[in-house]
Every structure is written in structure tokens, then in C-alpha cells.
């Protein structure tokens, strides 16, 4: 069983920044593939950015050039920076982790088997 815990999220004017961070509990975190995904009020989870346990990544066109993630192995750890904040951005952010899930199907949630509790992300003046 493997725990996810995110950290990080919270209130930001649009065109800020913020570090989202989740942390697991996997004795072998290298051999998964981590992800973010959003959810907003009333619409569906919906694909953020990916890591692969090789590296490759994924983004959703919605926020390439605008998020990033990266993964510190020997922290166990995720990150996804964000910056240029908009309101549509606005939900609750999830960690998720896969056993060595590939970049090309990455963006589909059923493949993760663990989820954080999440953390709320709130874009407003």
C-alpha cells in the first residue's frame, strides 16, 4: 500500500505562483510513474502533468509553458511548479501513482492505483 500526501496549495492572486508537493510512502518510488490531476467544482477530474519512472513527462495543453513537474527519488517526492496562474486553474489538485505507466497513457486516471487526499488551489483577485 502506498500513501500519497500533498502539500503546497492554497490561495493566489492570477499571474502567481505556486509548488505543489506530494510525498509518498512507496518503499520503491523509482518504479512509479507520478501524476497530477484537478478536479474544479461540478466537472470532472481531468489530466494535469505526468512523470514517468524513467522520466519522460506529459502535460495537458492547458498548461504547457505554464506548469512543470519533477520528482526527487531519494525524498520520495513530486513537485509541480506552477506559474502564471489563471482562474481557470482553480480546483482541487491530486497526486497519483502508477506502476511504470508509460507517457502515452499517462493521462488516464483508471491507471493509477494510489490517489492523495488532495489540495485545494484557488486563483482569485
Known amino acids: 500500500q502506498v500513501q500519497l500526501v500533498e502539500s503546497g496549495g492554497g490561495p493566489v492572486q492570477p499571474g502567481g505562483s505556486l509548488r505543489l508537493s506530494c510525498t509518498a510512502s512507496?518503499?520503491?518510488?523509482?518504479?512509479?510513474?507520478m501524476a497530477w490531476f484537478r478536479q474544479a467544482p461540478g466537472k470532472e477530474r481531468e489530466f494535469v502533468s505526468a512523470?514517468?519512472?524513467?522520466?519522460?513527462?506529459a502535460d495537458a495543453d492547458s498548461v504547457k509553458g505554464r506548469f512543470a513537474i519533477s520528482r526527487d527519488n531519494d525524498r520520495k517526492t513530486v513537485y509541480l511548479q506552477m506559474n502564471n496562474l489563471k482562474p481557470e486553474d482553480t480546483a482541487v489538485y491530486y497526486c497519483?501513482?502508477?506502476?511504470?505507466?508509460?507517457?502515452?497513457?499517462?493521462?488516464?486516471?483508471?491507471?493509477?492505483?494510489?490517489w492523495g487526499q488532495g489540495t485545494q488551489v484557488t486563483v482569485s483577485s
Open positions: 497519483a501513482a502508477g506502476d511504470r505507466i508509460t507517457t502515452g497513457q499517462a493521462m488516464n486516471p483508471p491507471k493509477y492505483a494510489y
Open positions: 512507496a518503499r520503491t518510488f523509482s518504479v512509479y510513474t
Open positions: 512523470i514517468s519512472w524513467i522520466g519522460g513527462r
